[in-house]
């Protein structure tokens, strides 16, 4: 994707970094949509705060973010020892995005039978092949999610809209390029097919104010920004043809895990008969897990993050401000899980399934030995 008519994925191996080595460099999340900030990430510390304190997130980004970090760490010490520590480390910051785990795993599986000194170059390589990866397999769900919307374009007069409501961001930025959700829009806005994106906010963090919001101007994609609440009232009224979502986690039987408030969307949508896709990468999906309502783990996270609100003053200043009276605790469960009863259908990389232990396994036939 582009910023300022320069091509952007969300995080990066920077060869040209002056470093003897490079180093890896990402886009700090934080800040947008007020200021377009890039910081080098260059000890395992430091991804370990970029993940935890929401520099990236997303979980396809989150997942290719880690294997950087054990790519980083295998330069400074290459042993068995770093491997499983390093694995542990990182994993324990963000307990619901299965793509952590998925990555980590994937890389102390590649790296514990190398030699230890061949470690460190085939650790920047896997972590850059784990990236491809996912920028590809955005790219084919965006190809998949986009038959969909032509079909509901094909059903409306000429020239009237398809109007796709968002939750959250799942956009480029929750990944290394194109995004999940997204990427169906991407590929319709490159189609020419007119579209109008009814942003939700997202609270408590406003990842859909701040960040979906802010792709959509970067990409020249109509679109509102509206209030968590009023998605099931537009349903209600027939603004909305269709929903996407992402999902952090996605079980082997279709529960899907996202951001709070996916749940709620989900029902608007079932009691109004607009259909509600979730896209995913396949490493997405957690083959351990049936019961998403019971086994997933839901991070709860700090309540400041309810209480207060980031946002820029008058004068350019962004800082953050209080909401709530002194004295007032806050509940934060970040994430909910809809049950796939209510999910309409999974878009993958290989193509669009029933959200049920059927559908994925014919999906994934290789991959459903659970």
């Known amino acids: 994707m582009k910023v300022n008519g320069k091509h952007y994925r969300s995080i990066w191996f920077n060869h040209d970094s002056g470093h003897d080595t490079g180093h890896v460099q990402i886009i700090d999340q934080r800040w947008l949509p007020h200021e377009f900030r890039v910081v080098d990430l260059t000890n395992r510390e430091a991804f370990v705060t970029a993940i935890r304190d929401m520099w990236v997130r997303g979980a396809p980004l989150i997942g290719a973010t880690a294997a950087y970090g054990m790519a980083v760490q295998m330069a400074l010490d290459p042993s068995d020892l770093s491997i499983e520590e390093t694995h542990e480390i990182l994993h324990s910051t963000r307990p619901t995005a299965i793509n952590l785990r998925w990555a980590l795993d994937d890389m102390r599986a590649h790296l514990a039978p190398l030699p230890v000194a061949k470690r460190a170059a085939a650790a920047l390589a896997r972590a850059a092949e784990i990236c491809d990866e996912d920028v590809e397999c955005n790219r084919q769900i965006g190809l998949h999610g986009l038959e969909i919307i032509k079909e509901i374009a094909a059903g409306k007069p000429k020239g009237e809209p398809v109007r796709i409501l968002t939750h959250c961001n799942a956009g480029w930025l929750a990944t290394v390029d194109w995004g999940t959700a997204t990427s169906p829009i991407y590929h319709a806005m490159e189609a020419q097919i007119p579209l109008h994106?009814?942003?939700?906010?997202?609270?408590?963090?406003?990842?859909?104010?701040?960040?979906?919001?802010?792709?959509?101007?970067?990409?020249?994609?109509?679109?509102?920004?509206?209030?968590?609440?009023?998605?099931?009232?537009?349903?209600?009224?027939?603004?909305?043809?269709?929903?996407?979502?992402?999902?952090?986690?996605?079980?082997?039987?279709?529960?899907?895990?996202?951001?709070?408030?996916?749940?709620?969307?989900?029902?608007?949508?079932?009691?109004?008969?607009?259909?509600?896709?979730?896209?995913?990468?396949?490493?997405?999906?957690?083959?351990?897990?049936?019961?998403?309502?019971?086994?997933?783990?839901?991070?709860?996270?700090?309540?400041?993050?309810?209480?207060?609100?980031?946002?820029?003053?008058?004068?350019?200043?962004?800082?953050?401000?209080?909401?709530s009276p002194d004295g007032t605790g806050a509940g934060n469960p970040a994430f909910d899980v809809t049950p796939a009863r209510l999910v309409t259908g999974l878009i993958t990389e290989r193509g669009i399934c029933a959200a049920s232990a059927e559908g994925l396994g014919a999906m994934f036939s290789e991959r459903a030995n659970f």
Not at 200 to 219: C, F, I, K, Y
Not at 248 to 258: E, I, L, M, Q, S
Not at 302 to 315: F, M, N, S, Y
């Open 197 to 323: 994106v009814w942003v939700d906010e997202t609270r408590p963090r406003n990842q859909g104010a701040q960040l979906t919001a802010w792709e959509m101007v970067s990409h020249n994609v109509p679109h509102s920004l509206i209030v968590d609440n009023a998605g099931g009232h537009l349903m209600q009224h027939g603004q909305v043809d269709l929903v996407i979502v992402g999902t952090d986690r996605t079980t082997a039987n279709g529960d899907v895990c996202n951001k709070i408030g996916t749940y709620l969307k989900a029902l608007a949508a079932h009691d109004n008969g607009v259909p509600f896709y979730v896209a995913l990468p396949s490493p997405t999906i957690d083959w351990s897990v049936r019961d998403g309502l019971t086994m997933i783990p839901i991070e709860e996270r700090d309540g400041h993050e309810v209480t207060h609100v980031q946002g820029k003053l008058a004068d350019g200043t962004v800082t953050r401000v209080q909401i």
